[in-house]
């Protein structure tokens, strides 16, 4: 059965990349992109887009029906940073918003369903290096609460109900094509940005903070590999540890400092620096590399590189 998709939240980071590669595999009538605002001048352009509340169930399904979609890319939520200053509102959105596409799954309205996790289900008494599959998961914000309840949301209607609902615990995503979201990982995109623009940048968390972080070619490529993969594959259905690169501030400084040498940064640690400090320096992915052959591409040096001669075309 063709592929007809619909994804939610398709204006956000990882929503504009994703739903273009979509198009470009599937065909852009196959893709309907939707948010509760309108996307990018390309995305409106290239293909269908629905004005749609990812929390509304009977709005979701009358756009499913319209379309004839079988799969959903569930990407709407509230990010780490702006969801500790507005907890009961990205509890709602992160939460209602899984719960209304997981149950449109079990009503059989669609077939398959993607969300994504996040590196936030650790804590602060999780292993901080190579952090595995399966540890203690702690986590201390709002975001990392909502991601590990909906974790096991997804596990729960696999097993109870059948659903085909996959997942990806997502590392800091960097990409030049849209600016930063409201993330604790944001500092990562903001500096290649303020580099081209000013040759300066103050980091709000400390230089030594070292994090998992990704490429969003990387990030793209890995969501489509799950969903194209056998579900016999897919051995774990709360949400597969993902990884790419790991990296302090200061390394990624000194990598841009190859290509722009008078580039200078200044350390400022803000609120964000404790929900670093919470989170794992590296992760272990070997079970989506084993299970359905996962593999990375770019590493510091080259993202660097990609990033700032995207952002000096712009």
């Known amino acids: 059965m063709e592929n007809r998709i619909l994804v939610l939240g398709a204006s956000g980071q990882i929503g504009t990349e994703l739903t273009q590669k979509l198009r470009e595999l599937y065909g852009n009538q196959h893709v309907i992109a939707s948010d509760i605002k309108e996307g990018t001048s390309d995305m409106m352009a290239s293909g269908p887009f629905e004005i749609l509340d990812a929390t509304d169930k009977s709005s979701i399904l009358q756009v499913i029906q319209k379309h004839k979609i079988n799969q959903v890319y569930l990407l709407a939520a509230m990010l780490s940073a702006t969801a500790e200053k507005f907890p ?110 000013e040759k300066k940048f103050t980091c709000f968390l400390s230089e030594d903070t070292r994090l998992p972080m990704m490429y969003m070619q990387d990030a793209v490529n890995a969501t489509i590999q799950l969903m194209q993969a056998k579900s016999s594959e897919i051995k774990i259905r709360t949400s597969y540890n993902l990884a790419a690169i790991d990296f302090t501030p200061k390394e990624i400084a000194d990598e841009i400092k190859k290509h722009i040498p008078d580039f200078t940064i200044e350390y400022a640690p803000d609120s964000r620096q404790q929900i670093a400090d919470s989170w794992p320096s590296s992760i272990d992915d070997s079970e989506a590399r084993n299970d359905w052959n996962w593999k990375h591409q770019f590493d510091l040096s080259s993202m660097t590189l990609e990033m700032l001669k995207n952002l000096e075309k712009k």
């Open 88 to 197: 009961q509102k990205a509890w709602d959105l992160n939460m209602n918003s899984l719960l209304a596409v997981l149950d449109l799954a079990k009503e059989k309205h669609i077939q398959q369903v993607y969300w994504p996790s996040s590196i936030a289900v650790f804590g602060p008494t999780t292993p901080k290096q190579n952090t595995p599959q399966k540890t203690i998961m702690e986590p201390s914000t709002v975001y990392g609460i909502s991601k590990l309840s909906g974790e096991f949301w997804c596990n729960y209607y696999h097993q109870k109900f059948g659903v085909d609902v996959r997942s990806l615990r997502y590392p800091g995503i960097i990409s030049w094509k849209t600016k930063p979201g409201g993330g604790t990982t944001d500092y990562a995109v903001d500096i290649y940005f303020k580099a081209l623009e």
